[in-house]
């Protein structure tokens, strides 16, 4: 079955830049569906960050948008999640995730998730 | 503060039904497919609802899912102890542009 994978450092300092990975097994992320990233601060809900269509489009949480870029390299199969000028706001734990491909936005479920990776300004 | 609204918890005794809503608007729920998620302690969230009624594969049918307007609602017979987790609706918001999420719902079985 399809999973995914994600990896990065774990601590960052303030007003650095978070690059995370998502490595994705058993399926090949050029052929169909969106590719996400969610996170969720220690003990709160869950954020979209973005998705990336594999035709190319992307897509960004307006409250983020300013700061973040996902890119897919489709020839080593992963995703990736850069966010930049970090502050401790931006802990939490980083999941990656397949999105049902609804045609024009981003509105599907997720499915699968990988297991998150923690990543703490300070 | 959430956009979409779901009470913070719920609780129930082994073999009761639990039902979960999520509150939006005409520009999230009202016009956009509702997904629901189980998120157990310390792991990722898992699909449970899909399209606001389909449950995916290996999702037992204790758990489903309605919508009606600008809510949704989760259910769930049978509880068991496993069911312990936090639940959350996820839809689509055309207006913002952007996924939203629940505030989540801590399900307690007592």
């Known amino acids: 079955q399809v999973q995914l994978q994600e990896s990065g450092p774990g601590l960052l300092q303030p007003l650095e830049t978070l690059s995370l990975t998502c490595v994705v097994s058993n399926y090949s992320i050029s052929s169909a569906y969106y590719w996400g990233w969610i996170r969720q601060p220690p003990g709160k809900g869950l954020e979209w960050i973005g998705s990336?269509?594999?035709?190319?489009?992307?897509y960004y949480n307006p409250s983020l948008k300013s700061r973040v870029f996902i890119s897919l390299d489709t020839s080593n199969n992963h995703f990736s999640l850069r966010l930049w000028s970090v502050t401790a706001a931006d802990t939490a734990l980083y999941f990656c995730?397949?999105?049902?491909?609804?045609?024009?936005?981003?509105?599907?479920?997720?499915?699968?998730w990988g297991q998150g990776t923690l990543v703490t300004v300070s | 503060q959430s956009v979409l609204t779901q009470a913070p918890s719920v609780a129930a005794a082994p073999g009761q039904k639990v039902t979960i809503s999520c509150s939006g608007s005409?520009?999230?729920?009202?016009?956009?497919?509702v997904s629901w998620y189980r998120q157990l302690p310390g792991t990722a969230p898992k699909l449970l609802i899909y399209d606001n009624n389909k449950r995916p594969s290996g999702i037992p049918d204790r758990f489903s899912g309605s919508k009606s307007g600008t809510s949704a609602t989760l259910g769930i017979t049978g509880l068991q102890t496993g069911d312990e987790a936090v639940y959350y609706c996820g839809t689509w918001d055309t207006s913002l542009s952007v996924v939203l999420f629940g505030g989540g719902t801590k399900v307690t079985v007592l």
């Open positions: 005409t520009s999230n729920i009202g016009n956009n497919y």
């Open positions: 990336f269509h594999h035709t190319g489009s992307t």
């Open positions: 995730a397949r999105q049902a491909d609804y045609g024009d936005f981003p509105r599907g479920w997720f499915d699968p």
